[in-house]
Structure formats: C-alpha cells, structure tokens
C-alpha cells in the first residue's frame, strides 16, 4: 500500500535493523542494498529507522544522524515513506536529532518515552512529546509506545487526548503493545488524517481488526511479503487466509521466543533469509548462538517454503 494523497501513512514498515562491521562499527555500505531488498523482495514500501529494532538506544547521537542521512539517501524515489526515530533520554538529543531528520528530509519523525527517568503522567510524557516536535514543527510527529522495553505505561489514549492543540503536526501513534483495549480507544479517537501504526507482528490480524490503518514490525524485513498477503486478505474479507498466514507467523515467532527472541536472534533470521551482512548486534546484546541460528532458519523454512 502507498501513502494516501495527504500522506498519511498505510501499509506495512520494515523496522530496519541498523548494519554493523564485524568490529561493531556503523556500515554504510549495506543501506542502499538494504532498501532494494525490502522493495524488491519483500514488497515493502516505508521503513522506520533507528527505532528499537535498529538498536537506537545503543547509538550515539552521531551516529544515528550518519545512519538517518544514509537511510533517507537510499530510500528516496524507492520507498513511501522513511519515518524517522528520534527519540532519546535527553530532551536536548531528541531535539538535535529532530531538527537533523528535518535537514535530511525525512517524511517524518517519531518519539519514543525516556525510560531512565520515566514520565509520571501524560502530562508530563505530551511536555516531553512537545518540547521535541517544535525542533522540527514542519515534519510530520508520531508518538512510539512501546511499554515492554520502556516500562512506561501512561495510556496511549490519554496522550493523544487533544494532542494537536499541543502538536499541530501530530499524525499518528507507533503502537507497540498488546493492550487491545487502549488500542482500540487510539483508533476510536484517531482522527482522520493520522495513522495508527500497530507494532507487535504476531497480533497484527486482531489490530487490523479493530481499525489499524498499517503496522511497523521488524519480521516484516523477511516476512513482509507474507504479511503484505495477510493485509490483502483481511481487506477482501478472506479471513481464513489472512488467519492462515498470521498463524504462521505466531508459529515462527513462538518459536523463536523459546529460543531467546531479542535483537541478535531476530538481526540474525533477517541475514540468514536475505543475505545481506548486518553484522552482530551491539552490546549488551549477545550475537545469536550458531545452534539457534540453525534451528530458527529452518523453521522458517519449513513453515514458508
């Protein structure tokens, strides 16, 4: 799916995992390859870049300006849109990297909560998302929740209320929890011209359900031709077949939980299935075990092919 008209984002956003040498340094020189892979092989038309998947937090603030450029760079006249995370434990950071994505020419920006010293309330968290947005007060502003790695859990809901009296250039909600319910409530207040983005992969059916205008996710680097399949069917009412796929897709997330799910595990399925050398994640991370790598690789195979 492309962007409507006015902008707005649909469809599926590979989360892109950021390119490391072997010596954990940034590579560069896999971003332009990166890109065409996601468009030609997986049939995926945005990217989210230096979110959690990238290993953002685990970047200095150099670095994911170098890494935003290259992205943005790459992806023009290739993908829809390349939104652009900026989000930091420092007020100060989150604005320089804001005012960055808008020198670049990124289509937008998106917030993640600080999670060393947390919001107490949405007040508080709506200050933070703010202050942020005015560095770059012409590109489009998207909030990124995702409570289970921030342990912010401030509704969603309470956020947005009235929120482009504060941000006019609000345009929509990464949301990267399982709580259906606020969920539910974001895509009942959304307003017309925002997306609401859902962000856990392997619940995606039950959030396109209830009004998800597309969906950001890290399996969609090598799972989102699949799911580009699933999206399809669910808007032409075949629900057996999008249940179908999203099954399978709980059936390789499920897993991979069991073998440890985190970044290295994940970073490693999306070499194994592309090709592309992304290099080991950053520490503390740990590179996944050569077994697992093994195992994970063929169930997905076999669940795939």
Known sequence: MAPAADG????????TFTPFTAQGEVNLSVIGPYVDYLKEKQGVKG??????????MSLSVAERKVLAEEWCLKA???MDSTIVHVGCMSLKDSQDLARHAAEIGADGIAVISPSFFKPKSAHALRRFLQ???????NLPFYYYTIPAFTGVNVPVRDVIEDIE????????????????????QCVSYSQPHWSVLYGVDEQLLAALAMGANGAVGSTYNYMGC????????FETGDLVTAR?????????VGYAIKLGFDIGVNKQLMMEVSGLPLGPPRLPVMPCPPNHSKLIIQKYHSIFD
């Open 8 to 15: 707005k984002v649909t469809g599926l956003l590979a989360a």
């Open 47 to 56: 990217i989210f870049v230096n979110g959690t998947t990238g290993e953002s």
């Open 76 to 78: 023009k006249g290739k």
């Open 131 to 137: 202050e942020v947005a005015l560095a770059a007060p």
């Open 165 to 184: 009296k504060l941000i006019p250039t609000f345009r929509g909600v990464k949301f990267s929890g399982s709580d259906l319910l606020d969920f539910g």
């Open 226 to 233: 699949y799911v580009n399949q699933l999206i399809s069917a």
């Open 244 to 252: 179908t796929i999203q099954f399978k897709i709980q059936e390789l």
